[in-house]
Nanobody, 120 residues
Framework: QVQLVESGGGLVQAGGSLRLSCVAS????????MGWYRQAPGKQRELVAA???????NHADSVKGRFTISRDNAKNTVYLQMNSLKPEDTAVYYC??????????????WGQGTQVTVSS
């Protein structure tokens, strides 16, 4: 059994900051990539940022220069530092991890989501 639990969402004014955290727990042998996605009402889920086990990162153009993804491999935790937030960043943010529970193939797991609301 594997769980991804997000925290850190909330309501913030435009220009403000939030830091999201996601902890992976359970029968985990290894974690490959971890990432953050978001889904706004009426829109498709989109990739916000991703990070490999080695620390290579990828950020969506819409958040480059404002958001930063990082991870602590020892804690099975991924973070998303969000600065200069805009109303269009309002969405449910989901954590994703590609991980192995043993010697088999890796699988994708999702967190339950955390709401981020940016007021103008």
């Amino acid at each position: 059994q594997v769980q991804l639990v997000e925290s850190g969402g909330g309501l913030v004014q435009a220009g403000g900051s939030l830091r999201l955290s996601c902890v992976a727990s359970g029968s985990i042998a290894s974690i490959n990539a971890m990432g953050w996605y978001r889904q706004a009402p009426g829109k498709q889920r989109e990739l916000v940022a991703a990070i490999t086990s080695g620390g290579s990162t990828n950020h969506a153009d819409s958040v480059k220069g404002r958001f930063t993804i990082s991870r602590d491999n020892a804690k099975n935790t991924v973070y998303l530092q969000m600065n200069s937030l805009k109303p269009e960043d309002t969405a449910v943010y989901y954590c994703n991890a590609e991980l192995r529970m043993g010697r088999g193939n890796p699988y994708n797991f999702w967190g339950q989501g955390t709401q981020v609301t940016v007021s103008s």
